[in-house]
């Protein structure tokens, strides 16, 4: 599959690999220390539950997208197959950008239904007034 | 040399050949290849539906155990480090993976010597990682109390101060143990008739719909534990048949069996396929459980 890389240039990939993986992730984890307020205990941004969270999701997974790219391309040799195989494997892949979207509304939804259920019972309900003047057909009162 | 991967050994016969005795590779990789990807998709898909299982599960509940306040031991050292060990596990399988390549690498230039060696690393690295998952289980397990069903650790829902059964502050060097919404807990177990009981802890809010209510402090969403061990079960199985299957291939590299067959040791190749695919959906379970 390599043919037009020389073993020398093989192997340096791989170091280059090693490298790049362990950056990463060492990055990624001081990273994620950091917006937790572990290294600073001013500085949480990372829980949030907001904006900033939002941005420390999306660094996160974007640098993790980018060490499963390198992995399936160049230590699984993907780069180096024919286009009709990188596809094939590839585009059924796309279907989970739709199932993150779907499931991840569904899950949300229930959040706030439970959370609804929970304010529904903090409310205090008026009694309905009492009807005044009706008929009780005979036969029906008891006791 | 390098190129004797491309060819195998019966690729090349005329284009008048019957295309469909099988001769003929359509994707320019052997059936074997290529029935390991097709695999590999099929089990991205499974994980992808646990993992996003996962994440529905978590936007579902107000509040969710704080990774970096649950994965903080370490073999051999009472402190408190939050997500060290996980990196740890993480570099072991990025070595195995690297050393992956080299093998198969050393396979295309058939090196028989070169591809024991890498593969005995790889191995090697597979099984760090399988007895480092053994070490993370048996924390969450045997000292943290955490099983399919019970989870004790959360977050506070709101502003608050801890209090005892009857309502009085707890005091800790004189002054009343104050709590800050979204700070983590662990409710302590104690064996009870045989059975694991939770500690019994109580909070009064100061803020939030319950201000000035007592509540006791009650275990964290409890789908937090089936999923961890399901997941990362599920993962450590494939380290585990992974570790096998190398095994059984690197045996079979030392006796020369696939010297004999001259297709750039293929099956090194494409157990080396899988092997990289277990450090792959590593990389999402690190994202997804350890990370975000």
């Keep these: 599959m390599d043919g037009h890389q020389t073993y020398e240039e093989q192997k340096q990939l791989v170091f280059y690999g090693l490298k790049l993986l362990a950056v990463i992730t060492v990055v990624e984890v001081a990273f994620a220390l950091f917006a937790k307020g572990h290294i600073s205990p001013t500085i949480t941004f990372g829980k949030d539950g907001g904006f900033g969270q939002a941005l420390y999701m999306v660094a996160m997974v974007g640098a993790s997208a980018y060490k499963a790219y390198f992995i399936v391309f160049y230590f699984m040799h993907m780069a180096h197959e024919v286009r009709g195989l990188v596809l094939s494997v590839l585009l059924p892949t796309t279907l989970l950008i739709w199932a993150i979207i779907a499931f991840f509304q569904e899950g949300g939804s229930w959040g706030s239904r439970r959370e609804q259920i929970k304010e529904k019972n903090l409310e205090v309900v008026q009694p309905a007034p009492k009807p005044q003047g009706y008929y009780i057909l005979p036969g029906t009162l008891k006791g | ?292």
């Design chain 2, 1 to 292: 040399m390098a190129d004797s991967s491309v060819t195998h050994g019966h690729g090349a016969h005329g284009e008048d050949q019957n295309l469909w005795g099988g001769a003929k590779e359509p994707m320019k990789a052997s059936y074997g290849k290529l029935m390991m990807w097709y695999f590999l998709v099929s089990d991205a898909f499974t994980f992808a539906g646990f993992l996003i299982a996962y994440g529905s599960l978590r936007f579902s509940s107000p509040t969710w155990p704080e990774p970096d306040f649950v994965f903080a031991s370490f073999p051999f050292v009472k402190a408190h480090w939050p997500l060290v060990f996980v990196t740890f596990m993480t570099f072991v399988l990025i070595f195995s993976s690297v050393t992956m390549v080299r093998a198969v690498q050393e396979g295309h230039r058939e090196n028989r010597r070169g591809v024991v060696f890498w593969m005995f690393l790889t191995i090697l690295g597979g099984a760090t990682f399988l007895g480092s998952q053994a070490y993370e289980w048996t924390t969450l397990i045997k000292y943290e109390n955490v099983t399919l069903e019970r989870n004790p650790f959360g977050r506070y829902m709101a502003d608050g101060e801890l209090v005892d059964a009857s309502g009085k502050p707890v005091m800790e060097n004189g002054a009343p143990v104050v709590v800050k919404k979204d700070d983590s807990y662990l409710l302590h177990g104690h064996e009870h008739d045989g059975k694991i009981e939770l500690e019994k802890k109580y909070i009064k809010y100061t803020s939030g719909n319950y201000a000035g209510q007592v509540h006791e402090v009650s275990q964290g969403p409890k789908a937090f534990g089936a999923l961890f061990f399901f997941i990362t079960g599920f993962h450590g199985f494939h380290v585990f048949s992974g570790v096998l299957f190398l095994t059984i291939i690197m045996i079979n590299a030392m006796s020369g069996l696939y010297v004999s067959r001259k297709n750039g040791y293929e099956m090194v190749e494409k157990i080396g396929l899988y092997w990289h695919f277990v450090d792959l959906v590593w990389v999402f379970v690190f994202l997804v459980f350890y990370l975000l």
